[in-house]
């Protein structure tokens, strides 16, 4: 089953770091890569720019409406994400408790379309 991990940060909390905060915390998803290969376990993943950067696409009356802002308004960045194979939920979640935290990650089964 794969899995994405959904990895938070305080809002604003990269625009406030040191250069030398920035590369610990580079260090620590590397140590998580490490982590993941040594175990086996296939993954992908990318951080993203800050929610002020995001553009949302809604339905309208007149098509598409097309919004520079995050879908939603929260006190949290949605900062990046590893896309994980496992077994189960269960390794899944014990895989997580490796990952650099941040203000948080949200684990979710991956949905795969019927053939």
Same mark, same amino acid.
């Given at each position: ?17 040191? %250069?030398?905060?920035?590369?610990? *915390? ?6 998580? $890569?490490?982590?993941? =290969? !040594?175990?086996? @376990? ?30 939603? %308004?929260?006190?949290?960045?949605? *900062? ?6 496992? $077994?189960?939920?269960? =390794? !899944?979640?014990? @895989? ?20």
């Amino acid at each position: 089953m794969r899995f994405m991990l959904s990895l938070f940060d305080p809002e604003g909390y990269w625009d406030s770091v040191s %250069e030398e905060q920035m590369g610990s *915390a580079l260090d620590e998803h590397r140590a998580f $890569a490490r982590f993941l =290969e !040594a175990r086996g @376990i296939e993954f992908s993943g990318e951080a993203v720019m800050p929610a002020g950067e995001a553009v949302t696409l809604r339905p309208s009356d007149g098509g598409v409406l097309v919004t520079k802002a995050p879908f939603v %308004e929260r006190r949290e960045d949605f *900062a990046g994400f590893y896309l994980i194979d496992c $077994a189960d939920l269960d =390794e !899944a979640l014990e @895989i997580a408790a490796h990952c650099p935290t941040g203000a948080g990650v949200e684990v979710r089964p991956v949905w795969s379309a019927p053939s």
